[in-house]
């Protein structure tokens, strides 16, 4: 009923740019915090950086400075502009949201895209 797609992943040298795109769709009633996350292979899925529906954000301190999310609400899209990528921050991203559904009013649940690959390397 509800599915995130990301899009906007892709290779890229050290010291470049990406922005991450997510597009939320289906029986959306409302969104409330929206965010992205990474995973680099061998470890665990981590907090990149989130937005509330006010706009209060949050990052990842090894973000902090490089990464700046926004959204949009009219679209039910969230996005994140990377610069100055390390090798580092090689790894799928994946877009996050929590949504209440018409079918479930007052009820949130967490939604997750499928992941796109970013890869910093020279």
């Known amino acids: 009923q509800v599915q995130l797609v990301e899009s906007g992943g892709g290779l890229v040298q050290p010291g470049g740019s990406l922005r991450l795109s997510c597009v939320a769709s289906?029986?959306?009633?409302?969104?409330?915090?929206m965010g992205w996350y990474r995973q680099a292979p061998g470890k665990q899925r981590e907090l990149v950086a989130t937005?509330?529906?006010?706009?209060?954000?949050k990052y990842a301190d090894s973000v902090k400075g490089r990464f700046t999310i926004s959204r949009d609400n009219a679209k039910s899209a969230v996005y994140v502009q990377m610069n100055s990528l390390k090798p580092e921050d090689t790894a799928v991203y994946y877009c996050n949201a929590a949504i209440e559904t018409f079918q479930a009013k007052g009820l949130e649940y967490d939604y997750w895209g499928q992941g796109t690959q970013v890869t910093v390397s020279s």
């Open positions: 289906g029986s959306i009633f409302s969104i409330n915090a």
């Open positions: 937005i509330r529906s006010g706009g209060n954000t």
